[in-house]
C-alpha cells in the first residue's frame, strides 16, 4: 500500500525516523527497512546523504528493494538489473556480464561505479567489474541502487555513466538469517547464506558466504577460443563487526571472493580467467551538535590470472596484482530544517605490480574534494548542485621492461579534473514531480590502459606488443536530462529524455593492429589502448507500474540511438568499439507478480532488438556478428511450506531465444530448484 504524505511532513518523517535532531545531520546508519515502511516506498541516503524517498531525488534512479530479489527469478545482480528502463546487460558468457546504462556496449565496461555499502568493487586494473566476485550475496542485500547518468560529484570516482550502490542489511535487536540451496540443468549448484546476530545491545555481527558454479554455455566453433574452456565456480565469504558507543557507530570487516571463468577481454578474445580478490574496511560515524561526520577506509587486493588465449605462450599466464587503499571524511551539516551542505575529501593509492607492463610497479596518488548544497526554498522546489575536483599524480617504479616503449618521465605526470552534478525539481502538484537534472563525469584511464605491455602472437615475423599509453587522458562524459513523473492512485508513470555525450573514448586493438615501429635493441611493433573519437547517445524512457490486488506489475521502454565519430570499421577492424553497433535501439520489459497466501508467482518478458556485437572467429579475425532481436522470458514460481521456508524453481530464458544474451555465443535455457529458508 502507498502512503500519501506531504512534502513537508515527510521531512519530518523521514528525520524523526532517524532519530535525528533538527540542528544534526545524518552521519550514522540508517534504517532503510523501517523508513520504507513508513513512507511506503524505498528510501535512501546515498544521493544526498540525507534520507530521501526514491521518487524524489535528484538523479535518475531507481531502487530494487529486498521484496524485489526474493520474488524475481534473477539470481544475479545483472540478472536484476535487466529489466529495468535504460540497461543494457550483456552476458557474453555464462559467467561474464556487462552492464552498460544509456548505451555504449562494450565488455570491460569502465563507466559504471559499482559500489558495497560505500566501498568500491569496480576493480581497477582494467576499470571493470567482475560481477562473481562482489562479495556479497542476494540473501544479505536490503537494497540496489542505479543511478543512471554521470554522478562523479555525488558518488566519487570513475561514475561516469553511473552507479550501482549495493546495501546489505544492517544488525537488528533480534537475530535474522536468509540461506539458499538449488540445483539446475547446465550444472547449476549454489549454497548461500547470511546471518545478522546481535551479541549485545550496542555489538552486532554480520557473516555471509557463497559457493557456487555451472558449466560454460557452448562456444561455437567459429569463435576463437582457448585451448581449454573453463566452466563457472565461485567462493565467497564476509563478515563485518558493528558496535554503537555514545552516539558514535563504528563497522570493521572484510571479506574474500574466489572467481573462475572463460570472458571476453577488452581485444574480444577469449580467456580462462582466475581471480581472488579480499579487503578489509573499517568506518566511525557520529552526530554531532553541529553536524555528522563520517570516515572511513577500504583497502582492496586483487591477484588476476589471465590464461591461455591472452598472451604468445599458450602455458603461461598473465598474472596482476592490483592493491588499493581509500581512505574519506564527510561531513552532512543542517544548515536549518531542509537545507544540506555536504563536505568531504578522499585519498586513494591505486598500485599495480606485474611482470607485464612497463615497469614493474604503475600506481597513481589521487587527492580529492568535494561539495554537495541541497537546498529546499519552499515545500515545491528543490535545488542540488554538487561539485568535486581530483588531482591525480601517475608514476611507475621497480625494474622497467625491456624494449622500452614509453620514456619513464612520460609517467611523471599529474592532472585535475573537476566534475559537477546539478537538479531542479518541481512538484506540479500533489502527484506530479517534474527533474531537470545534467552533470559532468570522468572515466579515468585504468592502470593497464596506461602501463600495460603485453606480448601478443601474429603471423608477422617481428615480435608485436599491445601496450598502454601513460599520455592517455581521462575519457569525459556529459548527460543531460528531463523526466516527469505522475501518480494515479497506484499506479505511477514517468517518462525521461536524455542524451549524453563521450569524447575521447579509449579503446583496446583489436584486429589490423595500427602499430608504432621500434628498431632499439631490436625491431618490435607496438600496438596501443587509444583515444579514438567521440559518441552521442539520446533517447527517451517510458515507464509504469502499480498494483490491483494481489497481482503487481512494472513496464518500462527504452530507445536509444547513437550518433559515433570513431575509427571506422573497415576490416580489418583495428578497435573493438563502436556503441552504434553494439547498443540495441529498442528494449522493453513486462514485469508480473502475484503473491497470495503461500504461493507466490513471478514473471519477466524482455524485447531487445538486434545488435551487432565483436568477437574474434577461428581465423583468428576480429568480426562484428549479427545478433538477431529476441523474446526472453523468465520466471520464478514459489511455494512456503511454513513462514520461513519456500520451496521454488525458477527459470532464465525459458522461451530459448538464441540472441537473449546479447552475445556472440548462443543463450540457452537454464533451469534451477530449491529451497529458501528467510528469518
Known amino acids: 500500500m502507498r502512503v500519501s504524505v506531504p512534502c513537508a511532513s515527510l521531512r519530518l518523517l523521514l528525520l524523526t525516523g532517524v532519530a535525528l535532531c533538527p540542528a544534526t545531520a545524518l552521519a550514522q546508519a540508517v534504517d532503510y527497512q523501517a523508513l520504507q515502511e513508513t513512507v511506503g516506498e524505498p528510501v535512501t541516503t546515498s544521493v544526498t546523504g540525507k534520507p530521501q524517498r526514491a521518487s524524489e531525488l535528484p538523479a535518475s534512479t531507481v531502487v530494487i528493494t529486498r521484496t524485489d530479489i526474493a520474488r524475481s527469478p534473477a539470481r544475479d545482480v545483472p540478472g536484476l538489473l535487466k529489466t529495468y528502463a535504460g540497461v543494457d546487460v550483456n552476458r557474453w558468457t ?3 556480464s556487462d552492464v552498460a546504462v544509456r548505451g555504449g556496449v562494450q565488455t570491460y565496461n569502465a563507466r559504471l561505479l559499482v559500489l558495497v555499502d560505500g566501498r568500491q568493487v569496480y576493480l581497477d586494473h582494467y576499470g571493470m567489474t567482475d560481477w562473481n566476485l562482489l562479495g556479497v550475496q542476494l540473501e544479505e542485500i536490503q537494497q540496489i541502487e542505479l543511478v543512471r547518468g554521470p554522478a562523479n560529484a555525488l558518488f566519487g570516482f570513475n561514475a561516469a555513466s553511473g552507479v550501482v550502490n549495493i546495501i546489505t542489511r544492517r544488525v537488528g535487536d533480534a537475530p535474522s538469517a536468509a540461506a539458499t540451496a538449488e540445483l539446475g540443468n547446465h550444472g547449476i549448484g549454489k549454497l548461500a547464506g547470511s546471518l545478522t ?3 549485545t545491545p550496542m555489538i552486532g555481527l554480520r ?13 561455437s566453433s567459429r569463435l576463437a577460443q582457448p585451448l581449454r574452456v573453463f566452466d563457472v565456480a565461485s567462493d565467497q565469504i564476509s563478515g563485518d563487526v558493528t558496535g ?9 570487516g572484510g571479506g574474500h571472493a574466489v572467481n573462475r571463468q572463460v570472458e571476453y577481454l577488452p581485444s574480444q578474445l577469449l580467456s580462462n580467467q582466475h581471480y581472488r580478490s579480499s579487503n578489509v574496511h573499517g568506518s566511525v560515524a557520529r552526530d554531532t551538535s553541529w553536524g555528522g561526520v563520517t570516515l572511513n577506509g577500504y583497502i582492496n587486493w586483487l591477484n588476476a590470472k589471465y590464461g591461455a588465449g591472452t598472451i604468445a605462450n599458450a602455458n603461461d599466464a598473465l ?47 589521487v587527492v580529492s574534494g568535494n561539495a554537495m548544497l541541497d537546498l529546499h526554498p519552499d515545500d515545491r522546489v528543490s535545488l542540488t548542485v554538487a561539485g568535486r575536483l581530483d588531482q591525480l599524480w601517475l608514476h611507475q617504479s621497480g625494474m622497467i621492461s625491456q624494449p622500452a616503449y614509453d620514456d619513464p618521465r612520460d609517467f611523471d605526470r599529474a592532472f585535475t579534473r573537476f566534475s559537477f552534478n546539478a537538479a531542479v525539481l518541481v512538484h506540479t502538484g500533489r502527484q506530479g514531480l517534474l527533474r531537470i537534472n545534467g552533470g559532468r563525469g570522468y572515466q579515468l584511464p585504468s592502470l593497464a590502459t596506461f602501463g600495460s605491455r603485453l606480448p601478443i602472437a601474429t603471423p608477422s615475423p617481428i615480435p608485436v606488443f599491445v601496450a598502454g599509453s601513460p599520455r592517455l587522458s581521462p575519457v569525459l562524459m556529459w548527460s543531460g536530462e528531463m ?7 497506484a499506479t505511477r508513470l514517468e517518462a525521461t529524455a536524455f542524451v549524453t555525450s563521450t569524447e575521447n573514448a579509449i579503446a583496446s586493438p583489436g584486429d589490423g593492429l595500427q602499430t608504432e615501429l621500434f628498431l632499439s635493441p631490436q625491431p618490435s611493433l607496438v600496438a596501443r589502448f587509444r583515444a579514438t573519437g567521440n559518441y552521442t547517445t539520446y533517447g527517451t524512457e517510458l515507464s509504469a507500474s502499480g498494483a490491483i490486488g494481489s497481482l503487481t506489475w512494472r513496464g518500462n521502454y527504452t530507445w536509444t540511438h547513437t550518433d559515433e565519430q570513431l575509427t571506422a570499421l573497415t576490416l580489418p577492424i583495428p578497435y573493438a568499439l563502436s556503441p552504434r553497433s553494439t547498443t540495441p535501439v529498442h528494449k522493453a520489459n513486462l514485469t508480473l507478480g502475484y503473491d497470495a497466501g503461500r504461493v507466490s508467482i ?19 579475425q576480429l568480426l562484428l556478428y549479427h545478433v538477431d532481436d529476441a523474446l526472453a522470458l523468465d520466471a520464478r514460481v514459489g511455494f512456503r511450506l511454513t513462514p520461513a521456508l519456500e520451496a521454488f524453481v525458477a527459470g532464465e530464458n525459458l522461451s530459448l531465444a538464441n540472441s537473449a544474451a546479447a552475445s556472440p555465443i548462443p543463450a540457452d535455457r537454464r533451469v534451477r530448484g530449491g529451497l529458501r529458508l528467510a528469518f
Open 483 to 489: 523526466s516527469y513523473s505522475h501518480a494515479l492512485g
Open 94 to 96: 555464462a559467467g561474464q
Open 207 to 219: 557473516m555471509a558466504g557463497a559457493h557456487a558454479r555451472e558449466d560454460e554455455r557452448n562456444v
Open 244 to 252: 554503537v558507543f555514545d552516539g558514535l557507530e563504528a563497522v570493521i
Open 602 to 620: 513471478a514473471g519477466v518478458a524482455r524485447y531487445t532488438s538486434a545488435t551487432r556485437q565483436f568477437a574474434f572467429s577461428s581465423t583468428p
Open 319 to 365: 598474472v596482476l596484482k592490483n592493491r588499493i587503499i581509500v581512505t574519506q571524511a564527510s561531513s552532512l551539516v543542517s544548515l536549518d530544517s531542509t537545507n544540506m551542505l555536504r563536505l568531504g575529501v578522499e585519498y586513494r593509492n591505486n598500485r599495480l605490480v606485474s611482470a607485464f607492463q612497463f615497469a614493474e610497479r604503475v600506481a597513481y596518488d
Open 197 to 199: 546476530l546481535p551479541i
